[in-house]
């Protein structure tokens, strides 16, 4: 006996026919678990984007708030690490990028960039490292009191020139040094090395040499530690035309309101 049943249109269809038709249509649960799976990982990626948007803007609005007052532009925050959601269950940030390109302190435009390591959410934490770096112009660097000091500088490509007037016997003279700049003191200060020298005017006349010499005698450094949160040292200065970049770190950094207002010293 066949076990074939007619179907409407006089055809015939088995029954194991029709379960595997019912099988296709339920899907393999593999497949389901996969798709699953897919959809859930989708809407945790999604999740932790809406998050760290949300903490990276919070941040930013943050820091900007905390500038002195008078202080105009914006900072962008970008938290590194892996997953921001996880990171704010644990309270704090593995990696922090800041930077402003537009930013005017003290009257002052600059603009910066720094990479934070294992940022504390809660205030009165202390940081890990601290990498950042400042672009500045010779004017705003030439209103340093400590840099008038010395006289005025020009910066050029990868030189400094030292607009100086030096007490010669007992005279003074106008001059030019002309040199390079670098940390010392273990980047708590920035040591100025006269390389060549142009007399301008004066009641004496010394070959360049011996002006090159007595210029080399003179302490031409910089204390930068006073212009910095104590412990922070700087690294590296790249000089440009009428431009420095200057790279400062720090091993830590406590996020208190003293913090900025608690300098270092050179002695």
């Known amino acids: 006996m066949s076990s074939q049943t007619p179907a409407p249109n006089g055809s015939t269809s088995s029954p194991k026919s029709s379960t595997s038709a019912i099988g296709r249509r339920r899907g393999h649960p593999l497949v389901v678990l996969v798709i699953v799976v897919v959809l859930l990982a989708a809407l945790v990626v999604a999740a932790d984007f809406v998050v760290r948007s949300y903490a ?42 800041l930077r402003s390109h537009d930013l005017v302190v003290g009257g002052t435009p600059l603009s910066a960039t720094a990479r934070i390591a294992d940022v504390p959410l809660s205030e009165g934490g202390t940081t890990g490292d601290v990498d950042a770096t400042i ?20 910066l050029g490509d990868d030189r400094v020139s030292l607009d100086k007037t030096l007490t010669v016997l007992g005279l003074k003279v106008s001059d030019t040094i002309t040199g390079s700049v670098a940390p010392s003191g273990s980047g708590t200060k920035v040591a100025f090395t006269p390389t060549e020298t142009d007399l301008k005017s004066g009641l004496i006349q010394l070959s360049p040499s011996a002006i090159l010499q007595y210029a080399k005698t003179l302490d031409l450094s910089v204390c930068a ?28 950094l406590a996020l208190t309101d003293s913090t900025f207002e608690t300098t270092g010293s050179c002695s």
């Open 135 to 154: 672009t500045v112009d010779q004017s705003a660097i030439n209103d340093l009191d400590a840099v008038k000091r010395l006289g005025t500088l020009r």
């Open 225 to 252: 530690a006073q212009y910095l949160p104590k412990g922070a040292t700087v690294s590296k200065i790249v000089v440009a035309p009428k431009t420095a970049r200057i790279s400062v770190h720090t091993d830590s």
């Open 56 to 97: 990276e803007g919070q941040v930013s609005k943050q820091i900007q708030s905390s500038l002195p007052a008078g202080s105009t532009g914006s900072v962008d925050a970008t938290i590194g690490g892996f997953s921001a959601i996880a990171q704010l269950a644990k309270g704090r940030f593995d990696e922090l990028d």
